[in-house]
């Protein structure tokens, strides 16, 4: 990047929100997907117009712009493919209003999750996506890549709570959308478009959240199958039992094998286990869930089912699930985590045709996951510095994505496409939705200077 362009940067951000220093550098060169490409500069813009500044820079000179939260993306989003600018986001991170009686907030992207959900919690109530990097990951992150979490059975992801937001597009116009209301069925929705964009189309500036009454009860239960098609036949039958369980994971065979051996939990020789949780406002709600759900179970077969019956026992069952990242990681220097989705009768199917794939390409592996609305975490545990690993690896992952497929399902369930699924976005678009997607992308960034390289949308 060229002097004088460094300098008109500076002059919009301030000399102290602006770097070209290699050491600060390096840490925006990756995220935590397995790619990584360095950055010539990078910036902290802390108001909207200093984004659109640069924006218009950036098209003038045509230097590349890749939008950043706390780069824990899973899929290489926030990686700068092209070199350019990082515009790092982390500093507009003020909760602006928190409006109680019309259920919603609005805050800058930097905010994190878990700064959201403190704030929250002495009126009451919460934003429900809670991604498991909620501790550390950023609000305008998780619109970008429309995060999910472990409850998303029940509450769905980011994109259902998203009511309008403020985006600088590629060309330093800003566009404020949606309508500041619960509903709307006023014109396009373009809050849902720039929803999962991945920074491709706009850079969000602000955001309007809906949050809903956080339910002050719950109950947790863990069953164990021998089998695993009981434990998916349990799956759909909770899901059609009546009610909606908060959560509802599943853990496979290899990942209770896991856990048990690497790290020392008594768990049972079984096939399959499900960790489901009810919530609610009142006591009486909670058990009449789990009543239901343990009827499923058993009548599914279940070998046995523990009961979280005072909160140390539930922090027991829910302390299995939590581990399994950490533990898994232990197996070898470095890890994938898929986040495969299937419509929910095809979960056993897409489980031991993962199976049948990694055990042929001899490499160690667990499957858990949201199962409750069909997203598995498949990962891969190798080692990047043998390039054999590597290879077998590749060639694992295609054909787990063309299983999915294969199977009515989607590469991703939440963690976005951005580099790590660019190649295998045809799997699953056809020409036609690819066309109007490349088209789109073409309209809102015709220089193609906002995060290029990502989601197959044209270098
Ligand atoms: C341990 C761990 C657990 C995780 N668990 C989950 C989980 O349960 N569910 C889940 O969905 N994900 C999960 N993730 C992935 C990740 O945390 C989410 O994708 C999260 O939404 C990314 O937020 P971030 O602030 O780190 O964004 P980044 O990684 O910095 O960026 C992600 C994408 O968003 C774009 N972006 C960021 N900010 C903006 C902005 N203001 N405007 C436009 N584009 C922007 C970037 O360009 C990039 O494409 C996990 C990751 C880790 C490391």
Redesign the pocket.
Known sequence: MEDHIKQALMEIVGSENFTDDLIELIPYSY??SDHDHRPEVAVWPIRTEQVSQILLLANAHRFPI??????????G??VPACGGLMMD?CK?NRILEIRIADRQVIVE??VVYADLENVLAPHGFFFP?????SS???L???????????RGAKYG??RDYVLGLE?VLPNGQVIRTGSGCIKSASGFDLTRLFVG????L????EIALKINPKPIETKTSLGSFSNLSDAGQSVIEIMQSGILPSVLELLDENTIHVLREQGRMDLPYVAAMILVETDGYTEAETSFQMDKVIEVLKKNHATEIRMGESKKEAEALWKIRKSI?SVAAQLRTHNVSE?VTVPLSKIVDLIKGISNILHHYGLPFVIFGHAGDGNLHPRIMYDRSDPDQVERLHKAVEEIFKLTCQLGGTLSG???I?LAKAPYMSLEHDPVRMDWMRAIKKLFDPHNIL?PG?MALGN
């Open positions: 995220d935590a890749t939008p950043r939260g706390a780069g824990t993306g899973l899929s989003g926030a986001l507009m992207p930097g996506p809670d991604p498991s990097s550390v990951c950023t305008g992150g998780n619109v970008a890549t429309n995060a999910g979490g472990i992801t980011t985006v964009s991945e920074g491709t706009g850079v969000i500036t990242g986040d939440e963690h976005g951005g995060n990502k």
